[in-house]
């Protein structure tokens, strides 16, 4: 089972064939799209407009911990900070979803029952994927039993970067088909795959075999996301809705900490894919410093005076 | 010398597109020597000459610009193979046409064949020495080369039947622009002569074109051609002729070179090639 | 909706006054006005300035022989050098006041005069200060010489970056200049006197003469001036070419363009676009080089027409002193008749126009980013510079076709290809008949790369080494 749609139902036929249709896609010039990313990072988004992003950033945010050190307690504290960002006040919006390994899911499941925050985890042997494919289905498998909504897998970079897209495309439809009503992300790892072309080709192969999302990074490699990375995604998304009718997210990780960047990002969105995609449902910030900075951010805006750490929460 | 024979005469005849046509107008004047003996009969070329001319240069251009320097190279030196093959014949014809002693037109001929061999490596150097890399701030691949400016009018010379010539042609050529000549117009038979040369010396065809006749009533018509890129008024004697032919060649924008003061017998710089050249720049982004 | 709310660069930071005098010799004259320099996206009048005439320029000149044979053409180029270091340093120092100042006289976008015009206006100066002490090596001879006194005549369209381009090389040389800026943005020049002021540059080195046609003419045919550099239309740079016919007068000539911007089936599509977008909307298409008439491969038209259409709905029109804003304000309401009246033709010539959705401001000089399709190259649209965001489309089926299509024309100042195919790219460049070749790129310009036009667009350089022979007697 596939989730391609009729036009492109026959580009995963055959390795072969799966080659030739991501080899046939339109290069990217690296100092073009580079220069395109840093020139949107010069809008100036001021006042009304800077709420305004500063909220919305905050519902993208997938709320994130993914240490050896996590326990319990730390992702309870974690989910409270995720459904009430800021206890001083009320009108500020929780973040999209938290983001755990599978073994913390149960616990972070009962944190968040009731909210309508999301919860996310990593799966599939994160973060280097390299595991027997059984063992990857099965860790998405407990995640999804135990509570998950989201699986966020990592390709099989190695399969990539190696050509032996036929079997990253199955592990990706493998992977969807263990998920059941879960929504799967699709992290490319793209600090590992090297140039922008590549970027793109696994960009189109993780949306031709299923994919809900298409994630930068796992966090554990630098670089992780950069705007460039992420404009080329951006336009990847938008060009498959246009070839296929199929809507598919976009989820920068890593690396994004302060409020200038994340309306950086914004501003990609909306001036690439377009208003279809700023919403929590299609763009989302893998991150875990950027919410305090977005919460002081977003203080500042309402009281006029620059904000001190000691005002908002840890983790 | 013996008088048993006649001797052959040769008709003196216009050079287009590697052929030698008479006028299109039927029309000769006559070339007296410098001591005022009939020489010969040189076609007088007309607008139409012109016209033919420029149209032979243009179609010649492609070709010519595009072979290598190295091929455009070994063509000017044929063409100074070719040209001391016939030493003799030239020396006789300058010495006539100039009024010069045997010794000195014999030196003017080697100094000719000299200059075919100096520009003849300046070929493959040309985008060496004038072209370069810039070192852009920024990630792009960013590079300089000289190429042809087109189809050059060059009015020679009036007193330097030979060696003026050669100074004012070859280094229009050699950077691949293709070329109409007037020839002096009082001293046109070495002129008529190397262009026999250049027909044996593997120069295509239409690379140089050149007409014999009177500057004055060819000059506007090559000044005001709109397919010519630009004219050498080095030949142009008459101040006011080259103020008017200056105004007739800025209806193209062509680029002019002015009359001045030569020493043909000194080396050259390089100004009379890079006049006739156009430094391209080239842009390209540097990624993976 | 994502709506950016007004981001204005505030204006606080320049001190216009109300009047102008010209600069001569080291000081400003009392201004005698004669002329109003307005701001085109408001038309609200900035100053007055001096119409120069025929005594002015006479003792603009007379300063300008007077400091060459002094001062400044004896000096030890190392010590020219450190004067253009300072002005450089100066322009960096004072440059979000030039980037204002900038935008407020030509309508330019406040984020091309922050970003582009000004640190290029800066990194010109840089790199011609290095020049000065070094031009023997410079491959213009083992004893290169100044000319003498440089009249220059400059555009509306990057008024201080045309500035640069015309001093910094003049006076590396050791030449020294009268220069007219153009008629609609002078201020810019104005602020740039006061910059030699700052400098100590010594007094007659840099003239600045203000005023329209008829002072331009009578600099460039002043007998005392030893050479002329004119960036502008071709048609006056015809003019300027017969009046110097028969002097001895030097002449370089940056003038019109009509540049092919050709896109091959296997571009970069979007980096593509983006260059298409720069190649015609920089600077609200005010620029000579401009890619303005886009060749595209039959096989992927429609495709790049598309995105190049979504493109376009995304540009921000309006307040030039906005940092969001993508395209600002016409410079004049001559020029701005002269991009209708062009665009008119289109229409009339059948000619499909389209335009993304936007609203222009009320008062100003404004025109919305325009595209013609099914253009050939028999419409006037095809053919003439029209100096403004309106880009003409044309088809091409083989390489051959394109080339043909992008060199029919008596204009050669740029063009632009774009292809992933690497000998494809080098084949194209070498065949198009352009000073300057953008692949994979467009609108690129640096102090090191050379600039300027095949047949109709001029001739002579501008930047990079060769850009210092318009500046050195042969």
Known sequence: ???????????????????????????????????????????????????????????MVDLTT??????????????????????????????????????????????????????????????????????RLADTRAAVEAGADEIDMVINRGAFLSGRYLEVFEEIVAVKEACGDAHLKVILETGELAT????????????????????????????????????????????????????????????????????????????????????PDWFRFGASTLLNDLLMQRTKLATGRYEGPDYFTVD | ???????????????????????????????????????????????????????????????WSGATAYNRGQILYRIAEMLEGRRAQFAAEVRESEGVGKGAAEAIVDAAVDRWVWYAGWSDKLAQVYGNANPVAGPFFNLTVPEPTGVVGVVAPADSSLLGLVSVVAPVIVGGNTCVVLASPTRPLPAVTLTEVLATSDLPGGVVNLLTGQTAEMGPWLAGHMDVNAIDLTGVDDHALARDLEVAAAANLKRVRRPAAEDWAAEPALDRMLGFLEPKTVWHPKGV | ?????????????????????????????????????????????????????????????????????????????????????????????????????????????????RDVDVPLVAAHFFYYAGWADKLRHAGFGPQPRPIGVAGQVIPWNFPLLMLAWKIAPALACGNTVVLKPAETTPLTALAFAEICQQADLPPGVVNIVTGGGDTGRLLVEHPDVDKVAFTGSTEVGRQIAKSVAGTRKRVTLELGGKAANIVFDDAPIDQAVEGIVNGIFFNQGHVCCAGSRLLVQESVAEELLDSLKRRMARLRVGDPLDKNTDIGAINSAAQLDRIRELSAAGDEEGAQRWSPPCELP??????????????????????????????????????????????NTPYGLSAGVWSEKGSRILRIADQLRAGVVWANTFNKFDPTAPFGGYKESGYGREGGRQGLEAYLAH
């Open chain 3, 1 to 113: 909706m994502f709506e950016y709310a007004p981001a204005p660069e505030s204006r606080a930071i320049v001190d216009i006054r109300s009047s102008y005098g010209l600069f001569i010799d080291g000081q400003f004259t009392e201004g005698t006005g004669g002329r109003k320099t307005v701001n085109p996206a408001t038309e609200e009048v900035l100053a007055e300035v001096t119409e120069a005439g025929e005594t002015d320029v006479d003792a603009a000149v007379a300063a300008a022989r007077r400091a060459y044979d002094e001062v400044w053409e004896p000096m030890r180029g190392a010590e020219r050098a450190k004067y253009l270091y300072r002005i450089a340093r100066i322009v960096q120092e004072r440059a979000r006041e030039l980037a204002v100042l900038e935008t407020l006289d030509n309508g330019k976008p406040i984020r091309e005069s």
């Open chain 1, 1 to 59: 089972m596939t989730a391609t749609v009729p036009a492109l139902a026959d580009v995963a036929r055959t390795d072969a064939a799966l080659r030739t249709f991501l080899h046939g896609l339109p290069g990217v010039d690296q100092v073009g799209v580079e220069a395109r990313a840093a020139m949107l990072g010069t809008r100036s988004i001021k006042t009304t407009a800077k709420a305004w992003a500063i909220d919305l950033a905050i519902r």
């Open chain 3, 362 to 407: 009320e008062r100003g000089f404004w025109f919305a980013p325009t595209i013609f399709t099914g253009v050939t190259q028999a419409h006037r649209i095809a053919r003439e510079e029209i100096f403004g965001p309106v880009l003409s489309v044309l088809t091409f089926r083989t390489p051959a076709e394109a080339v043909e299509k992008a060199n």
């Open chain 2, 1 to 63: 010398m013996p008088t048993d024979r006649l001797a052959v005469r040769k008709t003196y005849k216009l050079f287009i597109g590697g052929a030698f046509p008479r006028s299109e107008s039927g029309r000769s004047y006559e070339i007296v020597s410098a001591g005022g003996e009939f020489l010969a009969n040189a076609a007088l070329a007309s607008r139409k000459d012109v016209r033919d001319a420029v149209r032979s240069a243009r179609g010649a251009v492609a070709a």
């Open chain 1, 196 to 279: 922008y072309d590549n970027v793109r080709r696994a960009s189109w192969l993780a949306m031709l075999a299923g994919g809900d999302f298409i994630k930068t990074s796992t966090g554990k490699v630098a670089p992780a996301a950069t705007p460039a990375v992420t404009l080329v995604m951006l336009e990847a998304v938008r060009d498959f809705r246009a070839q296929t009718g199929r809507q598919v997210g976009v989820k920068p990780a890593g690396g994004i900490r302060t409020t200038k960047d994340a309306i950086k990002y914004l501003v990609l969105v909306n001036e690439t894919a377009g208003d279809d995609w700023l919403h």
């Open chain 1, 66 to 135: 993914l240490e050896g050190a996590d326990t319990p307690g730390k992702i309870r504290a974690l989910c409270a900070k995720a459904r009430r960002p800021d206890p001083a006040d009320p009108s500020c919006p929780a973040v999209a979803a938290v983001c755990v390994y599978p073994a913390l899911v149960p616990t972070a499941a009962e944190a968040l029952r009731g909210s309508g925050v999301h919860l996310a985890s990593v799966a599939t042997s994160f973060p280097s994927g390299q595991a027997p494919l059984d063992v």
